[in-house]
């Protein structure tokens, strides 16, 4: 079993910057796959990024450039740096992990990760 608990969301105005954390208790994050989706309001989650235990890391499209995902060992967590933020990124984001069988199979949320509660991310314009 996985705990995993978000930090760090907020209100910021578009072009602005948010760095989310991700922090696991349970068991080691090097053992899965960890990575953010997110959902805004009437809409499915997305991916949003994922980075492998290798440390190997994969975007979505609509914010490549701008995320960077990266892992600290050592504090068991995960972070997602967003930058240029955009209002369309308003959102709560849920951290996950699991298994990796390859990203389109991630990105499908196959099989099920574990899932910390969310953080709402509001950027205004």
């Known amino acids: 079993q996985v705990q995993l608990v978000e930090s760090g969301g907020g209100l910021v105005q578009a072009g602005g910057s948010l760095r989310l954390s991700c922090a696991a208790s349970g068991r080691s994050l090097n053992s899965y796959a960890s990575g953010w989706f997110r959902q805004a309001p009437g809409k499915e989650r997305e991916f949003v990024a994922v980075?492998?235990?290798?440390?190997?890391?994969y975007y979505a499209d609509s914010v490549k450039g701008r995320f960077t995902i990266s892992r600290d060992n050592a504090k068991n967590t995960v972070y997602l740096q967003m930058n240029s933020l955009k209002p369309e990124d308003t959102a709560a984001y849920y951290c996950a992990a699991g298994e990796f069988r390859g990203l389109s199979v991630w990105v499908s949320m196959s099989p099920a990760p574990y899932w910390g509660q969310g953080t709402q991310v509001t950027v205004s314009s």
């Open positions: 980075i492998r235990w290798s440390g190997s890391t």
